[in-house]
């Protein structure tokens, strides 16, 4: 079966920095999508950033654009998102998504079929 396991989640000044993984594991990722997503309290789920698995292409909120980039790590099946200059509003718990195919972009989470635990960033002002 399919597992995502985000770390690296924490506490963190605003203009800090922190970079967040996710391994995933139970099945050849070649065909797949991934996404941070992330829910701060009170608020909708919201998109953060997308990447293509098989190209390496990848797409971000608009919130994020210049701050965050996602990469990935094919020998390790492991997605990554470093997070720079870090604003309060930044805040919530961010989640690591696996979505089949290969439409894109993948913003919305009904195009995601598996999902992590996620992971708290706190970012202090």
């Known amino acids: 079966q399919v597992q995502l396991v985000e770390s690296g989640g924490g506490l963190v000044q605003a203009g800090g920095s922190l970079r967040l993984s996710c391994a995933a594991s139970?099945?050849?990722?070649?065909?797949?999508?991934m996404g941070w997503f992330r829910q701060a309290p009170g608020k909708e789920r919201e998109f953060v950033a997308a990447?293509?698995?098989?190209?390496?292409?990848?797409a971000y909120a608009d919130s994020v654009k210049g701050r965050f980039t996602m990469s990935r790590a094919n020998a390790k099946n492991t997605v990554y998102l470093q997070m720079n200059s870090l604003k309060p509003e930044d805040t919530a718990v961010y989640y690591c998504a696996a979505g089949y195919g290969s439409s894109w972009p993948r913003l919305g989470q009904y195009e995601y079929d598996y999902w992590g635990q996620g992971t708290q960033v706190t970012v202090s002002s």
């Open positions: 990447i293509s698995w098989s190209n390496g292409r990848t």
């Open positions: 139970g099945r050849t990722f070649s065909s797949y999508a």
